[in-house]
């Protein structure tokens, strides 16, 4: 089994539908982060949480929100979809034993396609 | 603040050619370098890595060595394969405000024909 999954893996919505994209992983980490995917762009921090009770923007929150339900789940949220949110979206984690410079493990993505 | 440059791609080579892929960044603190890879229809993969200045990553054919007089972090193999198509992230960790933040370049996308 996949240490970190997403799901769904694609989604067609419409421009103003909320829009929920959950993440769940099996590797202990502590650290979670969401990120999105553009061509050209590379990736960009949307959120990222060191702890259930540690939350921080990255570089483009705004139109997001997310939940750190558990040590496992971290769910990013679209409250009002609109089409510049079309993207492929990353889940990823790491973990805080070893220091601050650790490796990040992602998910297989989401496909968000907002029409 | 922090930042990653790559060569742009799409870059085409022949099977058993030698690749090389431009990674330089600049950061405010002592940062470690990756490459990650990221095939067709996944998620980014960790390569290769390496946490101080002279240190050369390595795995699978390919590396890449921490220049911190030049801060650049090449990636290269010397004959690739049909199997080594994908699209390759330069990326750096750093310290900010006491978190750890990472950056990534925007991606060269290779591909091997046979």
């Known amino acids: 089994d996949a240490d970190v999954t997403q799901t769904p893996r694609n989604r067609i919505t419409k421009t103003g539908k909320r829009i929920m994209l959950e993440c769940s992983q099996t590797?202990?980490?502590?650290?979670m982060y969401w990120y999105r995917q553009d061509p050209g762009l590379g990736l960009r921090l949307i959120y990222y949480?060191?702890?259930?009770?540690?939350?921080n923007k990255g570089e483009i929150s705004d139109g997001y929100s997310v939940s750190r339900q558990a040590q496992a789940k971290f769910s990013l949220s679209l409250e009002s979809a609109i089409p510049n949110q079309t993207a492929l979206y990353f889940c990823?984690?790491?973990?805080?034993?070893?220091?601050?410079?650790?490796?990040?493990?992602f998910g297989p993505g989401t496909r968000l396609t907002v029409l | 603040g922090d930042s990653v440059t790559q060569m742009e791609g799409p870059v085409t080579l022949s099977e058993e050619a030698f690749l090389t892929i431009n990674c330089t960044y600049t950061?405010?603190?002592?940062?470690?370098l990756f490459w990650y890879v990221q095939y067709p229809g996944e998620g980014l993969q960790l390569l290769l890595k390496?946490?101080?200045?002279?240190d050369k990553g390595s795995n699978k054919g390919f590396e890449a060595t921490y220049r911190k007089e030049t801060t650049s972090f090449h990636l290269e193999k010397g004959s690739v394969q049909v199997s080594d198509s994908a699209v390759y992230f330069c990326?750096?960790?750093?310290?900010?405000?006491?978190?750890?933040?990472?950056?990534f370049g925007t991606g060269t996308k290779l591909q091997v024909i046979p």
């Open positions: 990823a984690t790491s973990d805080v034993r070893g220091g601050f410079y650790n490796e990040q493990f």
């Open positions: 590797k202990g980490h502590d650290r």
């Open positions: 949480s060191f702890d259930v009770k540690d939350i």
């Open positions: 950061a405010t603190g002592y940062p470690s």
């Open positions: 390496a946490t101080k200045a002279d």
């Open positions: 990326a750096l960790s750093d310290l900010e405000g006491g978190y750890q933040k990472v950056t």
